[in-house]
């Protein structure tokens, strides 16, 4: 089965940090680019972060210098390494695929989202 | 920082035509995507680089982007076609979402 599977979420102090990982099956991780999107409760979608094939980072003037996406693809997993945590972090973080490529950004396959909560 | 704008809400009777509207400047000459949202799910892709629909997407749904607006079409709207929609496009590097707009079909 085709799908992403997002883990890692829960509770952190704000100026905490927090790793989240997604697992990719059932097709070739190695080929697409990835991203996380987040989304507050009641809220928008807002994008978090872009990795390309080749592993070129992305990412929005909002989290830049704090998040820092990575993937592993000989394991299939996208990850997002975030720092210095804020209460306006405090989302749903999803992970998606984007196929793309030159074309410009998409995203065809959603995970089901892993919550994160900053609070003291 | 580029920016979409959707209106919040549109409401349709069942059978009829829905329009939803996404404006940006000069989105036109950018690929748009959209979005379906339903409560407690992840986002669906309805349309891609404007007018394409993902295998699996009812042909009732379309999409349009000229000038400074891209425009998500649903003909014939059904009861479970209520969800938010969300337009998307990428701009250098970014990707930027629209604010959202709450289909209801009464």
């Known amino acids: 089965e085709v799908q992403l599977v997002e883990s890692g979420g829960g509770l952190v102090q704000p100026g905490g940090s927090l790793r989240l990982s997604c697992t990719a099956s059932?097709?070739?991780?190695?080929?697409?680019?990835m991203h996380w999107v987040r989304q507050a409760t009641g809220k928008g979608l807002e994008w978090v972060s872009a990795?390309?094939?080749?592993?070129?980072?992305y990412y929005p003037g909002s989290v830049k210098g704090r998040f820092t996406i990575s993937r592993e693809n000989a394991k299939n997993s996208l990850y997002l390494q975030m720092n210095s945590l804020r209460a306006g972090d405090t989302a749903v973080y999803y992970c998606?695929?984007?196929?793309?490529?030159?074309?410009?950004?998409?995203?065809?396959?959603w995970g089901r989202g892993t919550l994160v909560t900053v609070s003291s | 920082s580029y920016e979409l704008t959707q209106p919040p809400s549109v409401s349709v009777s069942p059978g009829q035509t829905a329009s939803i509207t996404c404006s940006g400047d000069k989105l036109g000459d950018k690929y748009a995507c959209w979005y379906q949202q339903k409560p407690g799910q992840s986002p669906v892709l309805v349309i891609y680089q404007d007018t394409k629909r993902p295998s699996g997407i009812p042909e009732r749904f379309s999409g349009s982007n000229s000038g400074s607006t891209a425009t998500l079409t649903i003909s014939g709207t059904q009861a479970m076609d209520e969800a938010v929609y969300y337009c998307q496009a990428w701009d250098s590097f970014t990707v930027v979402f629209g604010g959202g707009t709450k289909l209801t079909v009464l």
């Open positions: 998606t695929r984007d196929p793309g490529g030159l074309t410009g950004w998409y995203f065809d396959l």
């Open positions: 990795i390309g094939t080749a592993g070129d980072p």
């Open positions: 059932g097709f070739t991780f190695s080929t697409y680019d």
